[in-house]
């Protein structure tokens, strides 16, 4: 049993599994402080209920979300030893940050949200509602600062006194390119995600025809905040691909199979069917310019190929086992200051030579054959990755479509009139958890060999545990995880099935029965 | 400021957090112990969830704030103690998990094996962290086989059943019936009626229970062998463990023998779980008092441990210090002016909705409230 395995396992479903419920949490949560603020804003009764009712769900999604993430504050530190280690004072930061600054703002204030009805104003509501929202977004950005770090080590440089990344200039850190586009990318997911859940259920309501008022309303907040929400995810998606194109070349290249350097502007893969072992692409249908244009917004830069990738780790291994032989020596040596020059000309590609410590221990020895080896092992799953991106990409743009229709029978008030559109809102949704877990794959599967791009490879980032220890937790965490989520499916679905009326105890009516359409000046 | 300051202040800060921890989702957790003992019918059980429902959220994030800020500032501890301490956190983990869970999900199924599940899961996700933190405590004073290797990867010896030693298990019962205490005099103070009342008979219990088994302990620490650095100390310089030598002394009590004022951490948690006692019928001061007891006894281990964070049992040279085991400089400063800037604004906005939640909790409110848990 391998220990590497088991731990990279064990975190992938966690976290997985906590994606599960945090993209509803940052969408519905949004949704929740429009419609409290249409309620304070006209003081009709409808808007105040519709909160109290896509509360109920969102507090059901967030105390699992609430769960889960406990899970995956301590992982580090219980299977990833050694990256805690390595890593910690950089990554450690915004993690900290993010509950100091985030977490408790959300978890403090959505207690009130839920009791506070009666015990507050309705502008003093409002308030915390938003509160729970703007905290949820700032969770997101502290955390996605912390990956971005993963993607991409800016600000930090190795200290050979502690044996560790430390934080060098923190605002490089904080201000990372690739955080911004994928803090962007992920909200707007979560966002998309929220929509499509008010829709699918309202569409259901509709077709079933009843609480038609509350339905349609939701629809009408969904239809615009969806469609905004999805140009976004789109149109970010591709800033992420433009950030990953400086700085992880391997992963661009890999998400396009794209196995040989092609003269400038490369075309983009549209489908093919990649060969991993004999690394070319089969039946592959291709567009002309377009990755060149997407990956370098330029018709002149080159995006370079897997197989000149490969060559490149080649050099950087064999420059970085010169960082490596000083860092040993120096241990005998500490105040040998030739060999801390040495050390500093060749440390940034001291995480490549650490890749060999897959093939052998005393990497000082390593052969060409080993490093050829260890080279070659910086070329993740290409198939996975590539079809993994394709069908992201895919329901994005299915995404921008629902939406544009809903916008448009929203604006023309027909949003009830078309059984064709409502039956394709209830189906589309399980699609954007399809796609946000399908972007995680990309965003970190595609990363592999690397927990820390070109600084710490996965494989050594864990921790000294026994091995059945984590297979006992592995298997316990499959055990619960799968418990609660019967039972979380199960309550979504009781109170869906009750309908807002016998949800909150009384019917919801519109202000003018005879207008059953929104409206938001009266 | 200096980095041997920035070092002290991130240890006090570590123990602000962990009494953070210990008084805020303590009563949470005392209670949810005591839910089986002091709520007879459904509706009882019910108005002791609802005391804690608006606020567990917001106290359980001392928990995940506590995670994050070792790891940030002392990176080689979170590595450390959560790997070796692998199972122990496993079960924390999993208790934390259920709770939340068990919390909002029990009262939305009126099925009386539903409800009496997540009864049963409320009461031992309540037990195993309040017990397991307690044993984590007291395995620190004996230390734990560990050791680092030159490229400071942790290597250890830990087996759960190494870890359920008498003395750690002394310190598990200290630790629960701490939180017991917590629990009940919260309950007295948020719980109107019979619930209120049978909390308040638990208060003499827990708090003459908690003051022997606290004193007990603290005995059996006079004792135990201590550490001690015997090596020059350098408190400005790199985070490695492997600079230094460590021996065993006689006792732990190195510490309050250099400054007798550190007497009065100890001194106060006996007196503030004899003034619960005493003032047993009037419920806030009964709970600030259980909550300095609490913060007291979380002291009284702090002051006895420094400099150590995690003694090395097995290679006492590797312990982790204070002087050892932080990150760099630059974030530790980083990291302390945001916490001087906003752990200020969370107190703020965590009083002001104890505030608007002020009041106790009534059955018959529950009854008529569709929202209540």
Known sequence: MDIVLLSRLQFAITALYHFLFVPLTLGLSLILVIMECVYVMTGQTIWRDMTKFWGTLFGINFAMGVATGITMEFQFGTNWAYYAHYVGDVFGTPLALEGLMAFFLEATLVGLFFFGWNRLSKVAHLVVTAGVAIGSQFSALWILIANAWMQFPVGAKFNPDTMRMEVADFSAVLLNPVAQAKFIHTVAAGYVTGSVFVLAISALYVLQKRHRALALRSMTVAASFGLASALCVVVLGDESGYTASTNQKMKVAAIEAMWQTEPAPAAFTLVGIPDLAGKRTDYAVKVPWMLGLIATRSVDTVVPGIEDLVKLADKKIRNGLIAYEALAKLRSDRGNAQLRATLDAHVGDLGYALLLKRFRPDIEHATDADIARAAESTVPDVPVLFWAFRLMVACGFWFIALFAVAFYLSATRRLDRHRLFLWAALATLPLPWLAAELGWIVAEYGRQPWVIEGVLPTFLGVSGTDVHNVLFSLVGFVVFYSGLAVADVYLMVKYIRLGPDRTLGHAVTAPNVTDPTPSLAK | ?373
């Open chain 2, 1 to 373: 400021m200096s980095y041997e300051a920035l070092r002290l202040i991130w240890w006090m800060l570590l123990g602000v957090l962990l009494i953070g921890f210990a008084v805020m989702d303590g009563f949470d957790l005392g209670s949810a112990v005591l839910m089986p003992f002091v709520a007879r019918t459904d509706l009882e059980r019910r108005q002791v969830i609802n005391t804690i429902g608006p606020v567990w959220e917001g106290n359980q994030v001392w928990f995940v704030l506590g995670g994050g800020a070792i790891f940030a500032a002392w990176p080689a501890l979170y590595a450390a103690a959560f790997s070796g301490f692998y199972l122990a956190m496993f079960a924390v983990l999993a208790a934390l998990i259920f709770r939340p869970v068990a919390i909002v999900y029990r009262s939305k199924i009126e099925h009386p094996r539903w409800r009496a599940w997540w009864d049963w899961a409320l009461f031992v996700t309540g037990v195993v962290p309040a017990v397991i933190f307690g044993v984590a405590v007291g395995n620190l004073f004996l230390g734990v086989p560990f050791t680092f290797d030159a490229d400071l990867r942790f290597h250890s010896d830990i087996t759960l059943l190494s870890l359920l030693r008498p003395f750690p298990l002394l310190v598990g019962l200290v630790s629960l019936t701490m939180l017991v205490l917590h629990g009940a005099t919260w309950l007295s103070l948020k719980a109107e009626g019979a619930v209120g009342q049978r909390a308040r008979r638990v208060i003499s219990f827990a708090a003459l229970a908690f003051i022997v088994l606290f004193d007990l302990a603290g005995l059996w620490v006079s004792i135990t062998d201590g550490y001690k650095i015997a090596s020059a100390i350098a408190p400005d310089g790199p985070s490695n463990p492997l600079h230094k030598l460590v021996y065993r002394e006689p006792s732990w009590f190195a510490n309050y023998a250099a400054h007798p004022a550190l007497w009065l951490a100890p001194l106060l948690a006996n007196a503030a779980a004899l003034a619960a006692i005493v003032l047993r019928r009037r419920p806030l001061p009964a709970f600030l008092f259980s909550g300095l007891a609490c913060a007291a006894t979380i002291a009284t281990a702090g002051f006895a441990l420094f400099p150590f964070l995690l003694p090395s049992s097995s290679n006492p040279n590797t312990s982790l210090t204070v002087w050892d085991a932080s990150s760099s400089k630059l974030t530790l400063e980083i990291m302390l002016g945001c916490v001087v800037v906003f752990l200020p604004i969370v107190l703020a906005y965590t009083a002001w909705v104890y505030r608007v939640m002020r009041g106790p909790v009534r059955t018959e409110d529950i009854a008529r409230d569709r929202g209540a848990y």
